[in-house]
C-alpha cells in the first residue's frame, strides 16, 4: 500500500467557488477529451506541454460570423488577421473558408503568398513596409493601407518613378468614447489629418484610393464604439464622393472583437460580460445601411477578426510538477508550462480543467510555470481540487496570440496539434529540439 505523502496542517479558508443562481459551485467537470479525442493520448504521443487546436471550431466560428455578418448585410469580405495565428495549416482553414489575408510585415506578406493568396486578396497594414516590399505589394495589386505621411511620399515617388498603380487606403485613427485612444497609427479623424491624406492621394498621379480603414483597438468590449468608427468612416466615404466624385470600394472596420476569455481584474467571468458577435454586427450594419448610400454604391465591408474566431478552438494541455506550501501558507502549483508559452497569461485569468474526477473539496491556489522567474505566473489565484504531481491540466481558449507571440526562453516550445473533422490528429508545428536552435547559431573560429 503506498503510504500517502504527509503535510502539515495549517488554517484556511472555505474555497466554494463563485455564486450562480442554484447556489454554490464545489466541483469542477474534468476535461477528458478534445473532439473526442483522450487527453491523455494527446500528451502521452505528442509530449508534454502540448498546444491543441480544434479544425471544427475554428470553421464552425468562421461560418458563424460570415452568417451573421452577411444576413444583416449584402457585402460582407473577411480577411485573415496573420499575426494573430500565423500557423499555415491554421491560415489555409480561414482561406479555404473565404477569408482573405490581412497582414502587418513583409514576412507575414510572403507567408500569404506561400499559403496560396492572390495579391489581390491581400491587405497590407501596419507601420513599417520597406520600399521593396512596397513595390512588390504594388505590382500584385494587394490592397496598401497607408499609415503615415513618409509612407504616402514614399509611395507617391515609388509609382511614378517605376510607373507604378497601387491600389491604396489610409488608416484612420479617431475618437471613438474609448480611451486610452488609439492613435499611434494611421490619421487623425478629428485634426484633419485623414482629410489632407485623402486630398493628398486623390491629387496624385498613379494612387487609387479604393478604401478606408480603421482598427479601433483589441478585445473591445463596446459594440457603440464601432457605431462610431463606423459613422465616421462613412462620413470620409461621402465627403469623398461629394468633393472628387470618386466612389470608394470598402471601408475596412478592422479587428478587435473579443473573444470569451476573462481579462485579469474583471469581476465577472468573459462569458458573462463579452458582447457577442450579433451586438457587433448590429451597430455597425445598421450605421453604414442607414447612411443613404445609393444600392450600387453601397461599400464593401471588410472585418479582419482573429481572436474572437480562434481563441477558443485552441488548447493546452500540461503537466504538474509538483505542489507546496509558501511561506504564508498558501498552496502553489508548479506545472510545465509558463509564461514564455502561454503568453496571454498575462491578459487573463485562464480557465484551467483537471482531466479526472476529484472529489468537492478544493482550495485556493497560485498556478506558477517552471521558469526561474517569479513572474512565471499561469494564474494569481484559482479554486482547484488538491491536484498533485503528474496530474493533467487543460488550459482553455488560447487559440490567439500564443503561438505567434511564445517566448524561446529556458524551455523549448512544444508540439502544435490539429485535430481534424475526422478527429484525426496532426502536427503543424514540431515541438523545437536543441539541435533546432543551435542550427541558426554561428560559432566564431577561435572559439572552436
Not at 105 to 118: I, R, W
Not at 243 to 268: A, E, H, M, R, W
Not at 413 to 436: G, M
Amino acid at each position: 500500500m503506498e503510504k500517502i505523502r504527509y503535510e502539515r496542517p495549517i488554517i484556511k479558508k472555505m474555497s466554494t467557488g463563485l455564486m450562480n443562481k442554484f447556489g454554490t459551485r464545489t466541483e469542477q467537470t474534468p476535461v477528458t477529451h478534445i473532439d473526442n479525442v483522450p487527453v491523455k493520448t494527446l500528451l502521452s504521443e505528442y509530449g508534454s506541454p502540448l498546444f491543441v487546436l480544434s479544425e471544427k471550431q475554428i470553421r464552425h466560428n468562421i461560418q458563424n460570423a460570415s452568417r451573421i455578418f452577411k444576413t444583416r448585410y449584402p457585402k460582407v469580405q473577411f480577411a485573415w488577421s496573420y499575426k494573430t495565428n500565423y500557423m499555415d495549416a491554421v491560415c489555409r482553414i480561414f482561406h479555404q473558408e473565404g477569408s482573405w489575408a490581412e497582414v502587418v510585415s513583409g514576412f507575414e506578406y510572403d507567408k500569404a503568398l506561400s499559403n496560396g493568396v492572390p495579391g489581390n486578396k491581400i491587405i497590407f497594414n501596419g507601420p513599417d513596409k520597406s520600399d521593396e516590399q512596397l513595390i512588390t505589394a504594388s505590382r500584385n495589386n494587394s490592397l496598401i493601407h497607408i499609415d503615415h505621411f513618409d509612407e504616402l511620399y514614399t509611395l507617391i515617388k515609388l509609382s511614378e518613378d517605376l510607373n507604378l498603380k497601387p491600389r491604396v487606403a489610409i488608416r484612420v485613427n479617431m475618437d471613438t468614447g474609448i480611451y486610452p485612444k488609439w492613435d499611434r497609427f494611421g490619421f487623425n479623424y478629428e485634426n484633419g489629418q485623414a482629410w489632407n491624406a485623402i486630398t493628398r492621394i486623390i491629387n496624385s498621379t498613379n494612387l487609387d484610393l479604393v478604401g478606408l480603414h480603421c482598427h479601433i483597438g483589441t478585445f473591445m468590449l463596446s459594440p457603440s464604439a464601432y457605431a462610431v468608427a463606423a459613422t465616421k468612416l462613412c462620413e470620409l466615404t461621402k465627403m469623398v464622393k461629394e468633393k472628387f466624385n470618386k466612389v470608394l470600394q470598402y471601408i475596412d472596420l478592422g479587428g478587435g472583437f473579443p473573444s470569451t476569455n476573462t481579462l485579469k481584474g474583471s469581476y465577472l467571468p468573459g462569458s458573462d460580460t463579452v458582447p457577442s458577435i450579433d451586438q457587433f454586427a448590429d451597430a455597425i450594419t445598421d450605421v453604414i445601411l442607414g447612411f443613404g448610400f445609393r444600392q450600387e454604391e453601397l461599400p464593401l465591408l471588410i472585418l479582419e477578426s482573429g481572436r474572437v474566431l480562434i481563441d477558443d478552438a485552441g488548447f493546452l494541455l500540461g503537466t504538474v510538477v509538483t505542489t507546496k506550501r509558501l511561506s504564508d501558507g498558501r498552496r502553489a502549483t508548479i506545472l510545465d508550462f509558463g509564461v514564455n508559452t502561454l503568453f496571454t497569461a498575462f491578459w487573463y485569468d485562464h480557465q484551467v480543467s483537471t482531466t479526472k474526477s476529484y472529489g468537492q473539496h478544493t482550495e485556493e491556489m497560485i498556478m506558477y510555470g517552471p521558469l526561474c522567474m517569479n513572474i512565471d505566473v499561469v494564474r494569481e489565484s484559482i479554486t482547484m481540487p488538491l491536484i498533485e504531481k503528474g496530474d493533467q491540466v487543460v488550459v482553455h481558449k488560447v487559440g490567439a496570440y500564443n503561438m505567434t507571440q511564445w517566448m524561446q526562453f529556458i524551455t523549448l516550445r512544444p508540439n502544435i496539434v490539429l485535430i481534424d473533422r475526422e478527429n484525426k490528429t496532426h502536427i503543424i508545428r514540431k515541438a523545437e529540439t536543441v539541435e533546432s536552435m543551435q542550427s541558426a547559431e554561428i560559432i566564431p573560429a577561435y572559439l572552436k
